[in-house]
């Protein structure tokens, strides 16, 4: 694949999202990490640190649950936003750790000094306007043979929405997600190795289209450059929630159901390799010196 900017996402829509300051960490989300933690079970390292990046989006539940499988490591929160490391510093102390009870490492709020054994990336990439420059800062975080654990939405994600947006003549409902094999093309490129992926699809049910696209507004936005250029009236959104109604009655259950496809992702930081010079240069002095040599080593025979 060409290895160039995301043609679907506009860059700053993306950082206006990255900027936001999101009140709890989006229940699927948790639902993703508890099951992307359920994989550290087949990895052999224990990291005596890890990174986790940008929790307050990715879910901050994992935070106990690796915290828990990793008693004995280190651990760097890594916020980009000051305003989102003190949120994350609060919500993480309240829920599970204290002064007077927790005996382990440190947890620290910021990146870490030396590279790590483990970066742990939840639900980030698909809303990244440079994914490839976001992977490669995920890889000079890690030492050689460190391993990056990741998780993103995938091309089936919103298929019933983007197919209602179609039929309206609506532009897109939401920016393309990239497909598993392309993520394992880029981390290769980016210097990982052996990269394992694989996809599940989870199907999510609501009782209301009002339910529905709340739910929606804590998962992201849509980054398409080509979105709505601005507000749309009342007269749009009833009609837009007219539509979803009648998803629902045709639905045998009478719910409004919405695919999203979850990639899973796990690869090593390849160790740096042996360069070899194409060429040797060697003066006209030590080759006379080895020729002289070897003549002494002929004589002695």
């Not at 649950?65 to 936003?81: G, M």
């Not at 990146?111 to 995920?138: F, S």
């Not at 532009?171 to 490129?189: Q, R």
Request: with cysteine; aromatic share 8%; hydrophobic share 45%.
């Amino acid at each position: 694949m060409p290895f160039d900017l995301p043609p679907t996402i506009a860059p700053v829509a993306a950082a206006r999202w990255a900027a936001r300051l999101p009140e709890a960490s989006p229940w699927l989300h948790e639902e993703v990490a508890r099951r992307m933690e359920q994989r550290l079970q087949w990895m052999t390292l224990q990291p005596q640190s890890w990174v986790h990046w940008e929790p307050l989006l990715g879910g901050l539940q994992a935070q106990a649950l690796l915290a828990a499988r990793y008693p004995k490591s280190e651990c760097y929160v890594a916020l980009a936003l000051a305003e989102h490391a003190q949120v994350a510093r609060k919500l993480i102390a309240s829920a599970w750790w204290s002064p007077t009870r927790w005996t382990g490492p440190a947890v620290h709020f910021r990146l870490p000094d030396q590279p790590a054994q483990m970066l742990w990336a939840n639900m980030a990439l698909h809303m990244t306007a440079d994914p490839q420059a976001l992977i490669a800062q995920w890889h000079g975080l890690l030492e050689p043979r460190g391993f990056l654990m990741f998780s993103c939405l995938g091309p089936d994600t919103l298929r019933e929405l983007r197919a209602l947006y179609v039929v309206q003549g609506w532009p897109s409902a939401s920016h393309a997600f990239t497909d598993m094999h392309d993520w394992g093309d880029m981390l290769v490129h980016a210097g990982f190795s052996e990269p394992v992926m694989d996809m599940e699809r989870i199907t999510l049910t609501f009782s209301t289209p009002e339910r529905m696209l709340a739910e929606l507004r804590e998962l992201g936005r849509n980054l398409h450059p080509q979105r709505f250029a601005g507000l749309r009236g009342r007269a749009w959104h009833r009609q837009l929630l007219s539509q979803l109604s009648q998803l629902a009655k045709a639905d045998g259950e009478g719910q409004l159901r919405l695919t999203f496809e979850i990639v899973y992702g796990h690869a090593f930081k390849a160790p740096p390799r042996l360069t070899v010079a194409p060429e040797t240069a060697v003066s006209l002095d030590a080759m006379r010196a080895a020729l002289r040599q070897g003549k002494k080593n002929g004589d002695s025979h």
